[in-house]
T-cell receptor
Framework: AQSVAQPEDQVNVAEGNPLTVKCTYS??????LFWYVQYPNRGLQFLLK??????LVKGSYGFEAEFNKSQTSFHLKKPSALVSDSALYFC?????????????FGQGTELSVKP | DVKVTQSSRYLVKRTGEKVFLECVQD?????MFWYRQDPGLGLRLIYF???????EKGDIPEGYSVSREKKERFSLILESASTNQTSMYLC??????????????FGPGTRLTVL
């Protein structure tokens, strides 16, 4: 069965330091991978996606993610964290053959960036 | 920009009431989705629809039904609300492109409390 795992419930980072939010996935076909961010009392905002091509994907707000097929991972990264990056982050996966567009979401990782 | 709107941000209902949650998108997207979000569980798919009058069960459809009479509108119905349906409900839409990617765009969410 397809699944997504975010192994860390919370990640704490000092402002200016690099950040990584981890995601691993399990699908039977080729994955389409997504990252979303949720600020308090808001809906989810799309950050970036991997479909095919370059394993390093760049997205909104200076975020990027690296697709690693052998490790079935899609970790979200940012070189220098900002306090305003503090939010809840979700990884999601869709199978290539799923034409209904259904996504499977991880449980979320709370990112806290301290000044 | 895609806009997905939900009829209420906050809703308080009593056990046994029939509850309607409305979602409207303005970008002519074929696919629409209803999720519920609970702490530690991420987003779980309740129902989705890939066309007018079409619907598919998601992972947790029990206690819910949906209606899609027009392309832009997707309604979630709780026939008889129960306290375990207290949650944040998120609507999303996406463009269907055969064999290609389609990120979902989310509404702001409705926080439903059932007393």
């Amino acid at each position: 069965a397809q699944s997504v795992a975010q192994p860390e419930d919370q990640v704490n980072v000092a402002e200016g330091n690099p950040l990584t939010v981890k995601c691993t996935y399990s699908v039977s076909g080729n994955p389409y991978l997504f990252w979303y961010v949720q600020y308090p009392n808001r809906g989810l905002q799309f950050l970036l996606k991997y479909i095919t091509g370059d394993n390093l994907v760049k997205g909104s707000y200076g975020f990027e993610a690296e697709f690693n097929k052998s490790q079935t991972s899609f970790h979200l990264k940012k070189p220098s964290a900002l306090v305003s990056d503090s939010a809840l982050y979700f990884c999601a996966v869709r199978e290539t053959y799923n034409q209904g567009g259904k996504l499977i979401f991880g449980q979320g990782t709370e990112l806290s960036v301290k000044p | 920009d895609v806009k997905v709107t939900q009829s209420s941000r906050y809703l308080v209902k009593r056990t046994g009431e029939k509850v309607f949650l409305e979602c409207v998108q303005d970008m002519d997207h074929e696919n629409m989705f209803w999720y519920r979000q609970d702490p530690g569980l991420g987003l779980r798919l309740i129902y989705f629809s890939y066309d007018v009058k079409m619907k598919e069960k998601g992972d947790i459809p029990e206690g819910y039904s949906v209606s899609r009479e027009k392309k832009e509108r997707f309604s979630l119905i709780l026939e008889s609300a129960s306290t375990n349906q207290t949650s944040m409900y998120l609507c999303a839409s996406s463009l269907y492109l055969q064999g290609a990617w389609n990120e979902q765009f989310f509404g702001p969410g409705t926080r439903l409390t059932v007393l």
